[in-house]
């Protein structure tokens, strides 16, 4: 996945409280393959009309927040059941980074894997924000994850807090593979020392 250090880009307010990994990605399409991609699917079934036409009173499908890559949001942001797919639906459509007043347990542990920062805040900033947002469509934000900071559209400094593993994964870009990985020469040391104690099990049948 792609290493997170610094974004700037447009911000969108997403008012709502409680949304889920439903809306997010509805579970008709989790059988998707995710090499086709998930862009296409975030906020379906709040974002488009049965016939399938946008929703222009949606605020991802106005123009000045169309290309957003950050959400700011209100509680429970992505609470619901364990589907990867919400964090995928989002990092497909270029969201780096979600702002919120608090996010389900299992979507802030899922997103971690696939480069999406999430960061709380107090439930009275996050709302302001949101309101600066509306009030200047297209606005962006810069988020600093080596400072742990960012900037609100009226130019503000904001500081956040982040577990050191976290952010340690999202600077590096490590997946959980490539986390593993950083333990490649302890698990090959491994492998030597266990074949070296039982040979018969890997001698030819």
Not at 84 to 99: H, K, M, P, S, T
Request: charged letters at 25%.
């Amino acid at each position: 996945m792609a290493p997170f250090d610094k974004l700037t880009a447009v911000a969108a307010p997403i008012d709502n409280p409680n949304v889920d990994t439903d809306q997010l990605a509805p579970a008709r399409f989790l059988r998707r393959p995710r090499d086709e991609g998930y862009a296409d699917i975030l906020f379906h079934d709040v974002r488009k009309t049965p016939d399938g036409a946008l929703k222009p009173d949606f605020v991802l499908n106005k123009p000045a927040y169309a290309n957003a890559g950050i959400l700011v949001a209100d509680r429970n942001f992505g609470g619901g059941s364990s589907r990867e797919q919400a964090v995928w639906a989002l990092v497909d459509n270029g969201i780096r980074c979600v702002i919120a007043v608090s996010f389900g347990d299992i979507f802030y542990n899922n997103s971690v894997k696939h480069g999406l920062l999430l960061i709380r805040q107090d439930a009275a900033d996050a709302k302001r924000i949101r309101e600066e947002l509306h009030a200047s469509p297209g606005a962006t934000m810069t988020v600093d994850l080596d400072a742990q900071t960012f900037t609100t559209p009226d130019g503000g400094t904001v500081a956040f807090d982040i577990e050191p593993s976290r952010k340690r994964r999202l600077r590096l870009g490590l997946d959980d593979i490539d986390l593993t990985l950083q333990h490649d020469a302890e698990i090959a040391a491994f492998e030597t020392r266990y074949r070296a104690r039982r040979p018969w099990l890997f001698a030819p049948a």
